[in-house]
């Protein structure tokens, strides 16, 4: 067993299934393990401060982020 393997790995994805827009705060609160409409709060705040480069940002990280895979019977 390498070193990679003993640790477990965790990858940012995407998740449209139980997101509002595109998914990006509902993957993000599934990686950090956050709820996320604290998330989406934030992201309201930051679109309040910052206008239209949070609006960018948000369509930049949801094009490159990957989906994640839904299970056949549900979560």
Do not use: W
Not at 9 to 25: D, E, I, P, Q, W
Not at 30 to 55: C, K, Q, V, W
Request: proline share 3%; with cysteine.
């Amino acid at each position: 067993m390498s070193r990679y393997e003993k640790y477990q790995t965790k990858k940012l994805y995407k998740n449209s299934r139980r997101g509002k827009v595109c998914g990006v705060f509902s993957g993000l609160g599934d990686y950090l393990g956050i709820n996320p409409l604290i998330l989406r709060i934030a992201g309201i705040l930051a679109l309040l401060m910052t206008g239209p480069i949070m609006i960018l940002g948000y369509l930049l990280v949801s094009i490159l982020l990957d989906d994640s895979a839904h299970s056949l019977y549900g979560e």
